[in-house]
């Protein structure tokens, strides 16, 4: 039997045995936690998405004698809120006001039974009268319309990571509304995740081969193109909120950003890499768009807007994170345009930094708030950025008591960086480059490059777009 759940069946005779506090004693011992009763459903639910032979994650949580030896670690894991992976978090700096769609984080009570159950010993139960397990997620996309797949199988091999695009027409004559997204990693032991980006201007055909297909890193390489699904492993297909499409114009380009991690194992193909669509069945009541706000190398309109003053700023103000610093700070403001219709209101929302950026948070001032509006409100804070694990993140609720947007309302972006070899997705990024200390890093495409963007799903009436 392994080491730690030995060392887990010994306290409990050993608190019982020690005349404790009846309170004590009631809260570790009468609330008897097992794995067939109580652990497994939520385990199965939860976790096994991943956690299962073959999977993303390093372990298996899928029968008893796999999880058992984990059992402090799910509860230490789940506790720290790392684990299921969901980036976006309330903190002490910003509490959303919306709960989020397809919330994966556990609750304090789910989190209290994996405490109680690892401090109880990881007792089995009683399989005979196991709870049942609920049914495994959907992952398929509901009657989609068409799919769009990469043209020529992608090869990888050696230990470096490989970023491609595959630019690949809609040939949507008109105006079309989307309704749901699917991506389908083409071979998911090295499809480490995928973005998917419109792209309205075409400029990704330009930069394509006859395959449709260029290098490109951490965006589709150009810069008014807008995110519309993310995949990482365990991702449910990106459906819509009800009553919204999103705007797709004439002739837009789809543009598929696979980063591709070879395990190892000599040369590997990935044949298939695609997206499912569904089209709205005739005009959505509300009209979805994306707005990217960040990334600004200076200040705009006369200084108060775009990149403000910086910690290390040497040389004016600038984005520029210094070598070996571990907390710098870039902050970024920006006015909502007039070109958005008074009643508009943000139905997601996304952070995007590359490998230095360990923190960011978007927030929303507003320019005359109603009674019913915070002047300030928080609209995301992914206090653990990971590049591996980012997505859009949807607010639950109907669409008219969501966060509103108005023209002149002023957004603020705060980007945390740590360029130091402390920081393990730095130390591997230089290593993948051949360099073993820090560089200056600057806004840009790049592996080494950074970035610090927002992602808005807007949405207003179709009678304001009519
Ligand atoms: C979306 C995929 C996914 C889901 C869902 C998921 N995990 Fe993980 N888990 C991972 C991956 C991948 C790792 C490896 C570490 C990493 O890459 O972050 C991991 C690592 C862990 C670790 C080791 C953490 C450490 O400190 O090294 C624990 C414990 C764990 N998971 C428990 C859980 C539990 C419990 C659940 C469900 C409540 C869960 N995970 C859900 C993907 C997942």
Redesign the pocket.
């Known amino acids: 039997m392994n080491q730690r759940l030995l060392g887990c069946l010994t306290v409990i005779p050993l608190s019982l045995l020690c005349g404790c506090g009846a309170k004590e004693r009631s809260k570790d011992t009468t609330v008897r936690v097992t794995w067939h009763q109580d652990v497994a459903p939520?385990?199965n639910?939860?976790?096994?998405?991943?956690?299962v032979d073959g999977?993303?994650?390093?372990?298996s949580?899928t029968t008893y004698e796999a999880?058992a030896p984990?059992a402090g670690?799910?509860?230490?894991?789940?506790e720290?809120g790392?684990?299921?992976?969901f980036l976006a978090q309330d903190t002490e700096e910003c509490q959303v006001n919306h709960p989020w769609v397809d919330d994966?984080r556990?609750t304090a009570e789910?989190q209290l039974m994996?405490r109680r159950w690892a401090d109880q010993g990881a007792p089995e139960g009683d399989p005979e009268t196991a709870a049942a397990l609920p049914a495994p997620p959907d992952l398929e996309l509901k009657d989609k319309d068409e799919t769009h797949a990469i043209a020529a199988p992608v090869e990888v091999s050696g230990s470096k990571d490989k970023f491609m695009c595959f630019s690949l027409p809609l040939n949507n004559a008109s105006i079309q509304f989307l309704e749901g997204v699917q991506i389908n990693p083409g071979n998911e032991s090295i499809v480490h995740h995928v973005l998917v980006y419109a792209d309205e201007s075409g400029a990704s055909e330009a930069l394509a081969d006859e395959n449709g297909a260029y290098e490109c890193f951490g965006g589709p390489g150009f810069n008014d193109a807008a995110l519309i699904a993310a995949w990482?492993?365990?991702?449910l297909p990106s459906e819509m909120p009800a009553g919204v499409g999103l705007a797709i114009q004439p002739n837009t380009r789809l543009v598929i950003n696979v980063h591709y991690h070879p395990t190892g194992a000599g040369v590997e193909t990935d044949e298939g890499t695609s997206v499912d669509l569904r089209w709205y069945d005739g005009l959505p009541e509300w009209v979805g768009i994306l707005q990217l706000i960040g990334n600004f190398s200076g200040t705009l309109f006369g200084g108060s807007y775009g990149l403000q003053p910086g910690p290390n700023d040497e040389d004016g103000v600038e984005f520029r994170i210094p070598a070996g610093v571990s907390d710098h700070t870039e902050t970024m403001i920006f006015p909502l345009p007039t070109s958005i219709p008074d009643n508009t209101r943000i139905w997601q929302m996304a952070t995007h930094m590359h490998y230095v950026g360990t923190d960011m948070l978007i927030g929303l001032v507003r320019d005359d708030p109603q009674e019913s509006e915070p002047a300030d409100e928080c609209l995301i804070h992914t206090p653990r950025w990971?590049f591996?694990?980012q997505r859009g993140y949807l607010y639950d609720g109907p669409m008219d008591t969501l966060p509103t947007a108005k023209p002149g309302d002023l957004v603020y972006l705060q980007c945390g960086y740590d360029n130091s070899m402390g920081n393990p997705h730095v130390a591997e990024a230089l290593a993948d480059q051949g360099l073993d200390a820090p560089v200056d890093v600057f806004l840009g495409e790049e592996t080494l490059d950074e970035m610090c963007l927002g992602v808005f799903g807007l949405a207003f009436p179709i009678s304001e777009f009519l």
Request: aromatic share 8%; net charge negative.
């Open positions: 939520l385990v639910e939860s976790c096994v998405g991943c956690h999977g993303i994650a390093p372990f949580l999880a984990f670690m799910m509860a230490d894991a789940t720290l790392v684990m299921p992976p994966l556990l789910e994996l990482a492993p365990g991702a990971d591996n694990w």
